[in-house]
């Protein structure tokens, strides 16, 4: 056999893996009902007195049916999905900033009153389902990225239950996460 014919059949025994691991079954119950309101108007936040803004923002096409739930410190945010951003107001001073998808994924930043923060949620393929990561942009970039995102977000009540959830299950995960993080910035 030609080795042309073998990488077809191979391409094509590959195929069903490959889509099984692209449509991986939700986790347990938090597809159930519907989490987020994705909608086409795009509202901009405005800077309170106080505080500072943080846009929170998921470009990429990548993993568009994967829900994304972001919180701060102990404080459930928000969901995304593909193309999608939220933001809200927070106090100045240092927070901790974590996303959950497969992974968590934390960062720590220390935000001033009267700026405007983007943070990314950069989806990356994991064991079944995509994992997150969390980068903190420049204000260009922010901007590029919030023009990428073509729906703003917001939560229903079923997603806000599920977010408080997951903000108090995985909490512990963000110290691990942030550990690494240092570790890492140490090498």
Not at 16 to 33: N, V, W
Not at 98 to 122: C, H, M, P, R
Request: aromatic letters at 8%; hydrophobic letters at 40%; proline letters at 4%.
């Amino acid at each position: 056999m030609t080795h042309f014919r073998v990488v077809i059949l191979l391409i094509l025994g590959l195929c069903p893996s490959l889509t099984l691991l692209a449509s991986a079954p939700p986790e347990p119950g938090l597809s159930d009902k519907k989490q987020v309101e994705l909608s086409k108007d795009r509202p901009m936040g405005k800077l309170q007195a106080g505080k500072a803004l943080v846009y929170v923002v998921r470009p990429a096409f990548v993993g568009t049916t994967i829900k994304t739930y972001f919180v701060c410190d102990d404080d459930f945010k928000g969901i995304n999905k593909g193309k999608s951003y939220f933001f809200f107001h927070v106090d100045p001073g240092k927070h901790v900033f974590w996303s959950k998808a497969e992974n968590v994924d934390a960062l720590e930043l220390d935000v001033k009153a009267g700026q405007t923060y983007f943070i990314k949620q950069k989806i990356q393929m994991g064991a079944l389902r995509a994992r997150v990561k969390l980068v903190v942009l420049s204000e260009f970039e922010g901007k590029a990225a919030l023009a990428k995102c073509k729906r703003h977000s917001t939560p229903t009540d079923r997603g806000m239950e599920k977010g408080k959830e997951i903000a108090i299950k995985y909490k512990e995960n963000t110290a691990e996460d942030l550990a690494r993080r240092a570790r890492k910035m140490e090498d």
